[in-house]
Nanobody, 121 residues
Framework: QVQLVESGGGLVQPGGSLRLSCAAS????????MGWYRQAPGKQREFVAT???????NYADSVKGRFTISRDDTKNTVHLQINSLKPEDTAVYYC???????????????WGQGTQVTVSS
């Protein structure tokens, strides 16, 4: 059973920082792209950032220069360092991993349960 578990969310003042983490566990053969998405109240889930196995990153325009995605393949984890937080960054942040479970013949998308980030003074 594969599971993604996020951590690191919380309440922060505008201009503050947070570091989100996501750990993939279970019987995993390999992990391809890992990423973060977010969903604000009343809005659809949106792309935030992704990182490939080779370290190539991609960011939404709204977070470029403020968010940094990284991964540690020795621990099957992905992180999101978020700086200069704005109230509009308030959302539930979801971790995503495109991975191949042990014994599987292809890759599947897995999602974490989400972690709340609230930016407010």
């Amino acid at each position: 059973q594969v599971q993604l578990v996020e951590s690191g969310g919380g309440l922060v003042q505008p201009g503050g920082s947070l570091r989100l983490s996501c750990a993939a566990s279970g019987n995993i053969f390999s992990i391809n792209v890992m990423g973060w998405y977010r969903q604000a109240p009343g809005k659809q889930r949106e792309f935030v950032a992704t990182i490939t196995t080779g370290g190539t990153t991609n960011y939404a325009d709204s977070v470029k220069g403020r968010f940094t995605i990284s991964r540690d393949d020795t621990k099957n984890t992905v992180h999101l360092q978020i700086n200069s937080l704005k109230p509009e960054d308030t959302a539930v942040y979801y971790c995503n991993a495109n991975l191949r479970p042990s014994g599987a013949l292809r890759y599947y998308d897995y999602w974490g349960q989400g972690t709340q980030v609230t930016v407010s003074s």
